[in-house]
Each structure stands twice: as structure tokens, then as C-alpha cells.
């Protein structure tokens, strides 16, 4: 477990980090791109959780916790260290689609565009699944030149999948929806 005895330890007044591994990386490297865009949809996601009262409260503790295996499985770019290191796995993945077509089959099917607006819960969800999505870019752009777990890069996929259907859970089970009307 982890044990934080002192929050500042000056290692990285020279613009770099240290990665799990000890490896250390300038703060704008993409791997860092990637492990920061991941932390700020988790943060996005506790602001939903004040919104939602509630709701999908035991499904979105569960996403931050992913989520914060997801920043440790991008924070060890190797398997070659000393320990078992923390990647997302295909259960993972497969929890987050079951929870999609749950909470799916209870909408009407989309017969347009839909804004990200309606009520403060579905804003927030629409606006943590568009960083989730900036998550899911930088992690591809990152795949580019270094390796990604591929079930990492499906879990993002996934959960912005997800937190669109929870948005439009959270209109009224999309009957408050706001549709997009090309040229207004």
C-alpha cells in the first residue's frame, strides 16, 4: 500500500517525474499526456458523484478505482520490475459493457443528436466523458511510439461509451434529452 509521509519532495522542480518503474520523464511527455488526461476524468467523475445523489454511485466508485489502476497501468511502462504491476484487465472491460447495456436498454433509441445539456448530472456526465475521450486520444497517441495495454485503451473506450448512456439516463431516461437542431 502506498504510505505518504510528505506531499512535496522537490524531485520534480526540474520539470521531470518519476514513473513507477524509477524511470523519470519530462512532465510534458505524452506518456505523462495520457496519465494526467486519466486523472482528470477521475476527478470529473467525483464532481458527478456530488451531482448524482446517489445514482450510479457504486458503478462510478468502482470507475475511479479502474481508473486510478488505469493511471498506475500507464505509470509502469514495463512488466520487467521487481513486482506484479496493476494493468487493466478484460473483466474490467467487460463489467463496464454489462453496465452499458443495462442502463442502454433502458432509453429509446437516438433519433438525433443530442446536446450535452439537459439537468447538472447529465452536464457533468457529458463533460467527464468528454475528458475521458481526451484520455482515450492521448493514450493512442502514446500507443504511437510506446506500448499500451490494449484493454486500457478499451476501457476508456468503453467508459465514455458509458457515461453517454448515464447522461442520458440522467435526463429523465432521455425523454429531457435536448436535440441537436442542425442550424439554429
Known amino acids: 500500500m502506498v504510505k505518504l509521509n510528505k506531499i512535496y519532495t522537490r524531485t520534480g522542480d526540474d520539470g521531470k517525474t518519476g514513473l513507477a518503474d524509477g524511470s523519470r520523464r519530462s512532465k510534458d511527455d505524452s506518456r505523462l499526456a495520457a496519465i494526467g488526461s486519466v486523472d482528470e476524468a477521475n476527478a470529473a467523475l467525483g464532481l458527478v458523484r456530488l451531482q448524482s445523489h446517489g445514482d450510479f454511485d457504486d458503478l462510478l466508485c468502482v470507475v475511479q478505482n479502474d481508473l486510478f489502476d488505469l493511471g498506475a497501468d500507464l505509470a509502469t511502462p514495463s512488466d520487467d520490475i521487481a513486482w506484479t504491476p496493476v494493468r487493466i484487465r478484460s ?93 439554429q
Open 91 to 183: 473483466p474490467q472491460v467487460t463489467a463496464l459493457e454489462a453496465a452499458l447495456d443495462r442502463h442502454n436498454d433502458e432509453l429509446n433509441p437516438l433519433t438525433s443528436f443530442i446536446l450535452p445539456a439537459g439537468n447538472a448530472l447529465s452536464a457533468h456526465l457529458h463533460l467527464a466523458r468528454t475528458v475521458v475521450r481526451r484520455a482515450e486520444r492521448d493514450a493512442v497517441t502514446l500507443n504511437r511510439t510506446e506500448p499500451v495495454n490494449p484493454e486500457a485503451l478499451k476501457y476508456l473506450n468503453r467508459l465514455s461509451d458509458l457515461l453517454f448512456v448515464l447522461a442520458r439516463h440522467a435526463n429523465d431516461k432521455g425523454r429531457a434529452d435536448v436535440l441537436w437542431v442542425p442550424g
